[in-house]
């Protein structure tokens, strides 16, 4: 069981990132969504059940070598630093993203809005069309970096993730300071997988994008939940919320097994500081300003949605990652008649999910694993489930959840306890 069960938790890993990048070269375009939903709940079930197995403990207190664990940091850091020259390349090729995808001169132009002391939630009008930015603040903020210092605005979020996997790896190291080496120093290349694929199969994603900023906040709340460390919950939570909230159905059950297992003191702690950070990096010095913000930005992705759900194109439809292209099909009436509901599956599905996984944990979940652990389990799959079922969507998104699941099997390995990999006393 040992070898075969690491065998089956890494093979199922590398097979979602090539589905994600590679997979209409394998399978039909119609048929890679379910291919990938297959491998994405293998994954998640497979780990869950060795977790479920383990007896190794994790420290919530920092216990491992610190100059180790800073080791492992550097480790995680220089991973990603090797890829600089390969991303430099691909800047090179796409000199003007902003003739391909708005995304880019969108988030740098809120960024030099706000930095030039102009409102950042208004039309960007270096894009023709001139749309209406629909992107929160801790996903435009860092785009300051470029603004200030001339770098391509494509660096920021590459930056943020190095970063953010050196913190991973530190943090997982200090939370399983009993874990082998031999098996531990490979699995930091866990985190740099994603990002290689997309290197290798899908530059045009990562020249027109920064998806590193919302992987690098999600990637901090998996290892948060990964090592039970509060500040980086508490960081993702805020970081995940104000960048691209895919994980707002995911919340809710967080905050029931908070509330039910964990002391109301650090439920209600934990919950204030996000509703703070909520409250000072958006609602005051942007929302209360123009209340009208929310429903721009509704406004404008509802368009993009609609125009895209009726006339399917090859960036949201044809890149095999979602059931949309079946989902306008399957539902009553034409696709210009069932557009209103193209987001009904995707939302019942995530209702059903959390709903389901706060039952389960309530029933049998408990005497498995902690509330952490799980809560890691469920944000592994549930983002991923929500883009697999989303009326549109892009490649590029499926950095963030491959991250999560980065960090999932580097749990489920160190762990250690199913698989004989700790080391011996």
Known sequence: MGKRAIYTIVGLFLAQILLCVYGTQIFLARSNPFALILVSVGLTYTC????GRSSASVSNQGTGDRKTALFFALVGFGLMAATFNALQGIWEKYPDPGSISD????????????????????????VPHHPYP???PLHWLPFGLSTFTGMDSRWPGILMLAVAVG?????????????????????????????LAFIQWSKLDLGVSAEGIVTAWYLLLAVGLATRRLPLMVIGLVGGLLSRYTFLFWLPLFAMLLWWYESKKRSLGIWGIVAASGLFLFVLPFLVKDPTILESMKNHYNDCSERSWVRPDEYTFREGLSLNIHLREWLPGAPEENAPYKHL???????????????????????????????????SIMPMLFYNTSPMLFRYYMLMPLGVSAVLVWKTLAMGSPFGLEKKV
């Open 345 to 379: 599956p995707q939302f019942g599905l995530q209702l059903l999910l959390a709903g389901l996984g706060l039952w389960y944990y309530r029933r049998k979940g408990h005497l498995k694993m902690d509330i952490y652990t799980y809560s890691l389990v469920a944000l």
């Open 134 to 136: 629909v992107y929160l």
């Open 167 to 195: 913190i991973a790896g530190y943090a997982l190291y200090q939370a399983h300071p009993n874990a082998s080496l031999r098996v531990t120093l490979p699995a930091m290349g866990l985190f740099v997988l994603p990002l």
């Open 48 to 51: 869950y059940q060795a977790l």
């Open 103 to 126: 995304v880019l001169p969108q988030l740098q132009g809120q960024a030099d809005f706000f930095f030039s002391g102009q409102p950042p939630y208004q039309r960007i009008t270096t």
